[in-house]
Nanobody, 115 residues
Framework: QVHLVESGGGLVQAGGSLRLSCAAS????????MGWYRQAPGKQRELVAT???????NHRDSVKGRFTISRDNAKNTVYLQMNSLKPDDTAVYYC?????????WGQGTQVTVSS
């Protein structure tokens, strides 16, 4: 089983930055795939960025050049650095892990970007 705890959300003005953290309860090198998703009010949850245990990353087009996913294996933590934030980035951000054929989610952290 994998327990995920997100932190780092908050209220920021447009153009500002936040860094989200996702702490995992097990060695993240054993987790093939981790990612960040977000869900805005009235919208479906969407994939923001992913990172594999080999270090390969992917980012959705709308955040490329602004967001960066990374990880610290020693801390079993995955990060999402978000720069040049826009009001459209407002959402609850969720950490996701796929391990041993199962999918795990964190509780989510709210990100609100004011114009």
């Amino acid at each position: 089983q994998v327990h995920l705890v997100e932190s780092g959300g908050g209220l920021v003005q447009a153009g500002g930055s936040l860094r989200l953290s996702c702490a995992a309860s097990r060695n993240i090198l054993s987790i093939y795939y981790m990612g960040w998703y977000r869900q805005a009010p009235g919208k479906q949850r969407e994939l923001v960025a992913t990172i594999s245990n080999a270090g390969s990353t992917n980012h959705r087009d709308s955040v490329k050049g602004r967001f960066t996913i990374s990880r610290d294996n020693a801390k079993n933590t995955v990060y999402l650095q978000m720069n040049s934030l826009k009001p459209d980035d407002t959402a609850v951000y969720y950490c996701n892990a796929q391990w041993a054929g199962y999918e795990y989610w964190g509780q989510g952290t709210q990100v609100t970007v004011s114009s």
